[in-house]
């Protein structure tokens, strides 16, 4: 079982950053694929990225990519999201996830996820 804690959100200008984090504990942290999703209320979870155990492979929605990079440091059972240039669209409470049965853009894929951080960007 793993337990995800979000933090690092806030509100931000248009163009600036944000580092979110996802705090893991349990025993199979290292094993576990972790993505970040995001979610505006009245909307749908849609993915924003992923990362392999490891950390060797990553993946990002179109969105996003460019701007946001997803990295993990398994020492401390960690996974970050670092957020440049952001945009109002941006807006929404962002979500850790962790699963075991491989890299998916899929809400499916992800058994344990976290109580989620607001980011928001003014314009």
């Known amino acids: 079982q793993v337990q995800l804690v979000e933090s690092g959100g806030g509100l931000v200008q248009a163009g600036g950053s944000l580092r979110l984090s996802c705090a893991a504990s349990g025993p199979t942290f290292s094993t576990a694929i972790i993505a970040w999703f995001r979610q505006i209320p009245g909307k749908e979870r849609e993915f924003v990225a992923t990362i392999s155990q490891r950390g060797v492979t990553t993946y990002y929605a179109d969105s996003v990519k460019g701007r946001f990079t997803i990295s993990r440091d398994n020492a401390k059972s960690t996974v970050y999201l670092q957020m440049n240039s952001l945009k109002p669209e941006d807006t929404a409470v962002y979500y850790c996830?962790?699963?075991?049965?491989?890299?998916?853009?899929?809400?499916?894929?992800?058994?344990?996820w976290g109580q989620g951080t607001q980011v928001t960007v003014s314009s």
């Open positions: 996830a962790a699963g075991f049965t491989g890299m998916s853009s899929r809400i499916g894929n992800y058994m344990y």
